[in-house]
């Protein structure tokens, strides 16, 4: 009995632990999500400014950090050689962090955006085996519905972490993929989950 009660006690400590961690977390968001539209960040371990663009006809806005740089398409097609690369790329000047946009011509209804990024998560698993999903989830964007998931990656420069997100945007699908080196994810990891948590899309 006795090591049974501190192993009850264990798990409560450490069920209060992740409480703790996940309240941390959603306050930590909701801070760096209203100073994302100001356009200046002072989050701990992160001070930039912030620059809002309006692409592919003005459909999208996104905040993006302002010393980032359009990669030209002959560089896209040199880092992506596959057919399914991304349609524009936004990146840091030395390119280890990267925000890309991927257009896909199909019509999908809101409701079954999580079928897709399912169908696109398990193509990943598929392709990459040993890699895993690290986090998961759909919420509303004001009118917009956006589905996510996270999932650490092989590149040339050395392990990345990346955190992909699904949206409707003039009636087709927009995929966006912001990814860092996995040894940076704790920087930029809040700063990936603000950036999608401003995002704005016209849906027809």
């Known amino acids: 009995m006795e090591h049974l009660d501190e192993r009850v006690i264990g798990m409560i400590s450490r069920g209060e632990k992740e409480m ?15 100073e994302i539209p100001l356009l200046k960040l002072t989050q701990k371990g992160l001070e930039m400014e912030m ?21 030209e398409s002959k560089h896209i097609k040199q880092k992506y050689p596959h057919e ?18 991927t257009i896909i011509n199909e019509s999908v209804d809101e409701e079954d955006l999580p079928g897709l990024r399912d169908v696109m998560k398990n193509a990943f698993l598929s392709v990459n085996p040993a890699s895993t ?42 995929v966006c993929n912001l990814n860092c080196l ?16 401003t995002v704005k899309s016209d849906k027809e």
Do not use: C
């Not at 959603?26 to 209203?34: G, N, P, S």
């Not at 399914?84 to 946009?101: A, E, M, V």
């Not at 009118?143 to 699904?166: E, K, R």
């Open 20 to 34: 703790e961690k996940q309240k941390d977390w959603d306050e930590r968001l909701a801070e760096i999500t209203a």
């Open 51 to 71: 620059t809002e663009y309006l692409l592919f006809d003005k459909k999208f806005t996104i905040y993006i950090p302002s010393d980032f740089v359009k990669m």
């Open 84 to 101: 399914s690369r991304p349609h524009l790329i936004y990146r840091n000047k030395k390119d280890t962090i990267n925000i890309g946009f």
């Open 182 to 197: 996995k040894k940076d994810m704790e920087t930029y990891k809040l700063l990936f989950y603000g950036i999608m948590k």
């Open 133 to 174: 999903i690290l986090d998961q989830g759909d919420f509303k964007q004001g009118d917009n519905s956006i589905v996510y998931y996270t999932f650490p990656s092989f590149a040339i420069g050395g392990q990345m972490y990346n955190l992909l997100f699904v949206t409707i945007m003039g009636g087709r699908v927009l």
